[in-house]
C-alpha cells in the first residue's frame, strides 16, 4: 500500500492510551481513523486488523500510522 502525497491522518482521537484508534468488535480488532485530504475533505477509514490478539493489533495500528504519516524530509 502506497501513500498518497497529499493526504494526512488525523492523530485525534477521542481515546488515549494504548488502544487509541483501535476497536474490538466481536473478537477482532480494527483500525479507524480519518484522513484529511489536500482538498479540505475529511474520509473515515475503518480496517480489519484480521487479528484478535490486541498486541498484534497495535503493532497493525503503528504500521498504518507510519505509511500515512508525512515524514520531516517529505509533507
Not at 2 to 17: A, D, E
Not at 18 to 42: E, Q, V
Amino acid at each position: 500500500m502506497t501513500k498518497p502525497m497529499s493526504t494526512t491522518l488525523s492523530s485525534r482521537q477521542k481515546t488515549h492510551g494504548p488502544n487509541h484508534h483501535l476497536w474490538n468488535n466481536h473478537g477482532t480488532w480494527w483500525f479507524h481513523g480519518t484522513i484529511h485530504k489536500h482538498d479540505g475533505t475529511a474520509q473515515r477509514v475503518r480496517l480489519s486488523l484480521a487479528t484478535r490478539n490486541v498486541e498484534q493489533a497495535r503493532r497493525k495500528r503503528d504500521i498504518i500510522f507510519q505509511r500515512w504519516t508525512p515524514s520531516p524530509t517529505h509533507p
